[in-house]
């Protein structure tokens, strides 16, 4: 018996010393307690990446609540880091969803570089409050142009003459009741008037307009309804949300059947976007590699709409061009306030063509074809680069390139977006 409370009293003595030794060694305490769980990575914002500390002179919040719940992530994120990228570059690739199964690929933007934003919000304090800081929904909310904002019920000509926006250089009332009927940062009220816009939506559109009109064009003319444009998915602070699309930059060193199928789509969008069922002219102010884009199917959109007109074929223009030297800060505040207007009478049907013959069809088709097709192809755009003269007018002159290019076309799943439809259609 005594053997026996010896032995236990020893093992007690062990257990203490095992005790003691663990509370002692935080390494053999980790080694020995149960794992457990990681809380997840929280990712942090700032208002300042977002642009929101700088609201209601912002583009909208239709979508934060995706970003602050990690429905929308930035490519950096997939690192261990989970560091944001710079902000002060003008755009990033992402990644949505809906289900945090299935991810696609979006682009997050901002209406203009953080360098122009930062010296466009200094403008407005030191031209409208002689400060170098202030709030700007405050500064803005003050002037003339807001306050007849305020009182409209409607959005008229009157309000948006002297925006810098290629869009608004020569407005219809048709156009304008698009806009505010199509606002997608607020509920969809279906009305041409204001009523459902609060002050604070009233300064978003009009702050957005001033600045780039890019993410109105995608809400007003959706994808979804057959138009050249990624689909908008929303707004936060000042970063645009669309689906995203490769630059056709990285296409023009492409094998010849993609660059000839890139360039039968552009002539299709700039026919489209001079002839269609709602009788609107678009026409570009400038065009550039970034101008359009590529799904992943190989489907050509409009990658960036900021240098997009718009003239009302059925309604025309309500404002004369002498309307349109009108001056104010939301004028100038993404360029020189002296910058000289286009006059809505001096565009034509053929100047988005020959803008796209100069800039971006040659880098797109140069040395890609046997000696006979290249020298059409190469004689065609030389004419088309110096006005196309006046023997023609655009279709006929888009037919004649697209003539010369259909029988260089290939139907393989290279052509997601028409394949196999082509093997079954003279279409193709």
Sequence with gaps: MGRWKCCLWSRVALMLLLVLALSCDPSAAATASPPVPHAKPSYSFGRTFLGLDKCNACIGTSICKKFFKEEIRFDTWLSSHLKLPPSSLLSYSGNYTDDAKSWRLVDITRLTSKYQHDRADKRICTSLLKTKTCSL??????????????????????????????????????????????????????????????????????????????????????????????????????????????PLRDFFGAAPEVAVDLALQLLAVLRSMANNDLNYFFYFTRVDAGTFGVFSNGHLFIRDASTLGIIDKEEGSQLIDGQQEYKDIFSCLTVDCQSAFVSCGSITEKHSLVMVCQELLPKLLAGKFLPPVQEKIDAFLQRCAHGLGDERGVNEAIAELAEILKPLRSCDSRFAYRYPDCRYSDKY
Aim: hydrophobic content about 35%; glycine content about 4%; charged content about 25%.
């Design 137 to 246: 929904e405050r500064a803005l909310r003050r002037t003339q142009r807001f306050q007849k904002w305020l009182r409209a019920k409607r959005l008229t000509p009157d309000l948006v003459q002297g925006l810098s926006s290629p869009m608004l250089r020569c407005p219809s009332q048709r156009l304008l009741d698009r806009i505010v009927r199509r606002y997608a940062e607020v509920p969809d009220a279906g009305s041409i008037y204001m009523d459902h816009l609060t002050d604070r939506d009233k300064l978003r559109l009009l702050y957005t307009l001033a600045v780039n009109s890019h993410p109105i064009l995608l809400q007003i003319f959706p994808d979804v309804e057959g138009w050249p444009f990624p689909r908008y998915l929303g707004s936060c602070g000042r970063l645009v949300v669309s689906a995203s699309t490769q």
